[in-house]
C-alpha cells in the first residue's frame, strides 16, 4: 500500500497522470500465432493451378485489433507475400474504409466482395481476399497482415483502388500500424 501511494505522489509530482503506459495497438487471430504455419483452409482454391493444385478454400482468416490510436476514425487492411512473384512481392488483400468502431473480422469476412467498406484491388484484379497459392517447392512464404488506423472517415476514400492508390491516399492520414505474419507454402 506504502508503495502504491509513494508512485501515486511521485507521478502527480511529476505530473504523470498514469504510471502504467499504455498498451500498444496490436492484431492478433484466434486462428493462429504471429509467424505459425497457416492452415490450409487460408490457401487459395484455384483448381487451375496444378502440379499439385492449391490445397486451400480461399478462407480470410479471423483478425482482430485493439488499442487504437485517439483520432482513429476508420482502417485500412493489406496483406502483403514479399517472397510472391519470385521475391517481387504480392498483395493478396487490400481493404479500407473499414469504420472505426469495427474492431475485427470474422473468418472468411474478407472472402467476398466486403459490405460495410471497401475492397480494393489485390494482384488478381479483385476486391476481396485471395488466398496463398505460390510455386509448388518454395520455402515458407510469410503472408503479412498490417491493419492501418487512419484519420480518414468511412466512404471518403473512391472505391477499387490498388495497394499503391491506397498509400497515397493514405500518406499524411495514417495514425498507426499493427500486423501480424502467416507462413504457408503449397505442397
Not at 492484431?27 to 499439385?52: C, E, H, I, Q
Not at 494482384?123 to 485471395?130: L, N
Amino acid at each position: 500500500m506504502k508503495t502504491l501511494i509513494a508512485l501515486t505522489l511521485l507521478s502527480a509530482t511529476l505530473g504523470i497522470t498514469s504510471v502504467r503506459a499504455a498498451e500498444p495497438f496490436a492484431l492478433t487471430s484466434p486462428a493462429y500465432k504471429d509467424g505459425d504455419v497457416w492452415p490450409s483452409k487460408f490457401a487459395g482454391a484455384d483448381p487451375s493451378r496444378t502440379n499439385p493444385p492449391c490445397p486451400g478454400q480461399n478462407v480470410s482468416p479471423p483478425l482482430a485489433w485493439s488499442n487504437p490510436p485517439e483520432g482513429t476514425k476508420s482502417y485500412a487492411l493489406l496483406m502483403q507475400d514479399p517472397e510472391g512473384a519470385n521475391g517481387l512481392g504480392v498483395f493478396h488483400w487490400v481493404a479500407y474504409g473499414i469504420p472505426a468502431n469495427k474492431m475485427s473480422l470474422a473468418e472468411g469476412e474478407g472472402s467476398s466482395e466486403p459490405t460495410g467498406w471497401m475492397g480494393g484491388k489485390n494482384a488478381i484484379g479483385k476486391g476481396a481476399y485471395f488466398g496463398p497459392c505460390g510455386p509448388s517447392g518454395h520455402s515458407l512464404h510469410h503472408y503479412v497482415i498490417t491493419i492501418i488506423a487512419t484519420d480518414v472517415e468511412p466512404g471518403a476514400l473512391k472505391p477499387g483502388m490498388t495497394r499503391d492508390e491506397l498509400v497515397a491516399a493514405l500518406k499524411g492520414h495514417a495514425l498507426a500500424p499493427a500486423g501480424i505474419v502467416g507462413r504457408f507454402t503449397r505442397p
